[in-house]
């Protein structure tokens, strides 16, 4: 089977004025459809670096970033909000929500940028919402949500573009124990219901138990991988 | 694009208002200085712009006209001689000591012309007939410096240079750049304020025939020697440089209108620039979703002219309130059509430039900057 993503001995090399930092040392990774996979390691160790890298927001200093069969690694930087709008979805430690807009005007930001708009992006928003249990707080601003409800907006903002990889940097990482595990179910029933491939960063060992497979991640190197028995 | 930008900026309503304030500020500090500028300019030449004539005739290298010399009434004659030419009118202008009916010394300065004559007479006449000043003794003052001067009311009498001067009529609104203020008096009179001989002038005033070319009037009046010829609009120039630009005053006036400039523009940029990277984090994710660049500039551009027109709407508001409330005081703050659509164009284009600057940091996106808690 194809993967979804591959990246292919890649590296980065962030300049630290002047001074070189190697948060990615050559990471081989291949994401395949309908999976979650976790990716844990300590702080510095190159999971955020990572992630960006796969999500098309950040440039490998070497290697390949292989997105439905095509090498973007090195793909001029205009060419690239095209490949993050098709392929991708993120969801964020801090939420990111637009806090002037209601949780139904964030997901049809994301609509908009798709092309859809008015009337068609309305009802695509609340059947998003829906789908995260929220269609009650469709016209609620931020500011009076709870954390665990902003975060199930900002994946249903992600889903809202149909996006074959959702990509999740320290998800439940804000949010209380409940939140946290709504927020993985949620995440876990994405992967399996509509074939995606998820990532999520994480260090919260409680979310072990929603993964496919498991990336230890060191010092910019991946230490071992870990299969869940399903 | 429309309702992000929006509602980005109608969302913090505290924060809006601070973004208001500096460009209403920037605006109206901008439009009151250079209107302090433009009004300084056109007072210095507002005996000269109103004169109704085509040509001056003064003494050779004056710069303004509180500088030129007195020279011999027999050029007169000679102007009136040239082809062209249809009248040639005798003028005085001078700064002389007027003695207020108090006694208090004021320094004012005095415009002797011919009331029977058609050139360089009082305008905006608003008590007395000009033609009163043709009696010995007699003077026109401004309305604007009728408590300066101690007058109150028509017949009053102070002195000019010693000699008597009855108020027989006021203006209302002719200014002068200098803290002096302007009295119109007859040519004669003035020569007498002034201790001139009887064949003296100091300026002559040329109005040319219907349809001659000022020009060709001009280079034919140029025979004449010991003076200069300017056209109106020349002489007014010659004027307005050197009271803005060659003396201490007019230097002043033109340093506070560059700051004023300076200032606004520091303002509303590092006002913009701050509403713009408030909200950083929101392009940053937009920059994620998959939005263009273009889309991210569409938004923080609309955001920033938003502010800067709005912003500008209330400045100028308060800016042509100030100038027309300055239409009753001695000092003129002129704002024309122009100065209003430059500001309007500088205060949009500095907004566009100071978040475009911020979009830089953007359009490198920095993933720390979207996925730090
Ligand atoms: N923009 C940057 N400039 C310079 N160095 C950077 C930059 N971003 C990350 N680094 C460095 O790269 C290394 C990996 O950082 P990264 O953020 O990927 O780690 P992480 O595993 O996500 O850590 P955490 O768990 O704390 O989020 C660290 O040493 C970090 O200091
Ligand atoms: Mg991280």
Redesign the interface.
Same mark, same amino acid.
Do not use: C, Q, W, Y
């Given at each position: 089977m194809t993967p979804l993503l591959a990246v292919e001995q890649v590296t980065k090399t962030y300049d630290m004025g002047g001074a070189p930092v190697h948060a990615l040392r050559g990471v081989d990774l291949a994401l395949h459809a309908g999976e979650v996979l976790l990716l844990l390691g300590p702080s510095g160790s190159g999971k955020t670096t990572l992630l960006s890298i796969m999500g098309c927001i950040l440039q490998a200093t070497s290697g390949k970033v292989i997105v439905g069969g095509r090498d973007v690694a090195r793909a001029a930087e205009r060419d690239l909000p095209a490949v993050r709008l098709r392929h991708f979805g993120f969801v964020f430690q801090g939420f990111n929500l637009f806090p002037a807009l209601t949780a139904a005007e964030n997901v049809e930001v994301a609509l908009g940028l798709k092309g859809v708009r008015g009337r068609a992006a309305r009802t695509a928003a609340l059947e998003a919402l829906a789908a995260v249990d929220l269609a009650d707080k469709a016209s609620a601003l931020p500011a009076n949500l709870s954390g665990g409800q902003k975060q199930r907006v900002a994946i249903a903002r992600a889903l809202a573009g149909d996006p074959s990889i959702i990509l999740a940097d320290e998800p439940t990482a804000a949010l209380d124990s409940t939140s946290g595990q709504l927020v993985m179910d949620l995440l876990r029933s994405l992967a399996s219901r509509h074939e995606r491939a998820v990532v999520i960063v994480t260090h919260d060992s409680r979310t072990i138990r929603y993964a496919d497979r498991i990336v230890a991640i060191e010092d910019g190197r991946l230490a071992s991988t870990t299969e869940a028995v399903a | !694009?429309a309702? $992000?930008a929006r509602?980005?900026l *109608?969302?913090?309503r505290v924060r809006f208002a601070v973004t208001l304030t500096g460009i209403v500020f920037s605006v109206v500090l901008a439009t009151v200085q250079l209107g302090l500028f433009l009004g300084f300019t056109a007072a210095t030449a507002d005996v000269i712009d109103h004169s109704g004539a085509d040509l001056w005739i003064v003494s050779t290298g004056a710069t303004h006209l509180e500088g030129v010399t007195a020279f011999g009434e027999q050029q007169a004659f000679r102007a009136m001689a040239t082809p062209g030419v249809a009248r040639v009118e005798k003028r005085v202008v001078q700064f002389g000591q007027w003695k207020r009916p108090d006694g208090a010394q004021e320094g004012v300065l005095l415009v002797g012309f011919e009331p029977a004559g058609e050139l360089g007479r009082p305008w905006n006449v608003v008590a007395g007939d000009v033609r009163a000043l043709e009696q010995a003794d007699t003077v026109f003052v401004d309305e604007l410096y009728a408590d300066k001067l101690g007058v109150t009311h028509l017949g009053q009498t102070a002195e000019i240079g010693g000699y008597r001067a009855r108020v027989v009529g006021f203006t209302r609104g002719i200014r002068t750049f200098t803290t002096a203020p302007p009295v119109f008096t007859s040519f004669k009179n003035a020569q007498n304020y002034f201790g001139l001989r009887e064949d003296q002038v100091l300026a002559l005033l040329v109005s040319v025939t219907p349809g001659a070319d000022v020009a060709a009037v001009q280079r034919a009046l140029a025979a004449l020697r010991d003076v200069d010829v300017h056209t109106t609009a020349e002489w007014s120039r010659r004027q307005q440089t050197y009271w803005m630009f060659g003396t201490g005053a007019g230097i002043t006036v033109l340093i506070a209108a560059a700051l004023g400039i300076i200032v606004g523009v520091v303002v509303v940029a590092q006002t913009i620039y701050a509403a713009t990277v408030d909200h950083i984090?929101?392009f940053?994710?937009?920059? &994620? !979703?998959? &939005?263009?660049?273009g *889309?991210i500039y569409g938004v923080i551009l609309q955001q920033a002219l938003t502010s800067g027109a709005l912003g500008y709407a209330a400045g100028m508001a308060i800016a042509l309130a100030v100038a027309t409330a300055s239409q009753q005081g001695t000092t003129a703050i002129l704002v024309p059509p122009w100065l209003a659509l430059a500001l309007f164009a500088l205060t949009l284009g500095m907004c566009a430039l100071a978040s475009i600057v911020s979009i830089n940091k953007v359009t490198r $996106?920095d993933? &720390?900057m979207? *996925?730090?808690?």
């Open positions: - | !694009m309702s $992000l509602k980005n *109608f969302h913090d984090r929101e940053g994710t937009l920059k &994620a !979703m998959g &939005a263009t660049n *889309f $996106l993933p &720390a979207v *996925f730090k808690g």
